[in-house]
Antibody
Framework: QVQLQQWGAGLLKPSETLSLTCAVYGGSFRGYYWTWIRQPPGKGLEWIGEIAHSGSPNYNSTLKSRVTISIDTSKNQFSLKVTSVTAADTALYYC???????????????WGRGNLVSVSS | DIQMTQSPSSLSASIGDRVTITCRASQSIRNYLNWYQHKPGKPPKLLIHGASTLLNGVPSRFSGSGSGTDFTLTISSLQPEDLATYYCQQSYSTRLAFGGGTKVEIK
């Protein structure tokens, strides 16, 4: 059974860098879009960005200047970095797998359990 | 970027009621629209992809319809376990976007 396991620091100070990693266990790493989503307290889901196994990343335009998503195919892992965090980056962060349907659209069919990241001085 | 607007933002219904949630895209997204169910303390769960294709194992009381800019998620007979927030999400553009969510409460 394929699982996503994610980890990273949960408490940051303003201006620090958020760093999370998500590992894929029990399944293929190829052919999917590996995605990060977050949910600020009391708010809805926000797509952060994605990276394909062999492609370049795509980012939310509002976060693009601070976000980097990278991939390590040798470890079946992908990572998220967000620089210069503020309290507005406090959220529950999820990693997820995007599967393509007939080469057209894709959907997020497998999710990690989420990491709460708090930014406070 | 494509914007997704859901309505209502919350609703309260009785067990057995028919519940309808609407999602509107700021431009045509064909049928590239997915629906998720999000319960507290759990990750979101995919219910429907491609506007109307029910994922295996999802109860048949859930259904989706629409294309272009207007989409609907329907729960034909609301059950207690359907208490959750529901999100639409478009994947027409390379930058995905979620709707703001609809919180479904049980009367």
């Amino acid at each position: 059974q394929v699982q996503l396991q994610q980890w990273g620091a949960g408490l940051l100070k303003p201006s620090e860098t958020l760093s999370l990693t998500c590992a894929v266990y029990g399944g293929s790493f190829r052919g999917y879009y590996w995605t990060w989503i977050r949910q600020p307290p009391g708010k809805g889901l926000e797509w952060i960005g994605e990276i394909a196994h062999s492609g370049s990343p795509n980012y939310n335009s509002t976060l693009k200047s601070r976000v980097t998503i990278s991939i390590d195919t040798s470890k079946n892992q992908f990572s998220l970095k967000v620089t210069s965090v503020t309290a507005a980056d406090t959220a529950l962060y999820y990693c997820a797998r995007g599967e393509t349907w007939d080469g057209t659209y894709y959907y997020l069919d497998l999710w990690g359990r989420g990491n709460l990241v708090s930014v406070s001085s | 970027d494509i914007q997704m607007t859901q309505s209502p933002s919350s609703l309260s219904a009785s067990i057995g009621d028919r519940v309808t949630i609407t999602c509107r895209a700021s431009q045509s997204i064909r049928n590239y629209l997915n629906w998720y169910q999000h319960k507290p303390g759990k990750p979101p769960k995919l219910l429907i992809h491609g506007a109307s294709t029910l994922l295996n194992g999802v109860p048949s009381r859930f259904s989706g319809s629409g294309s272009g800019t207007d989409f609907t998620l329907t729960i034909s007979s609301l059950q207690p376990e359907d208490l959750a927030t529901y999100y639409c999400q478009q994947s027409y553009s390379t930058r995905l976007a979620f709707g703001g969510g609809t919180k479904v409460e049980i009367k």
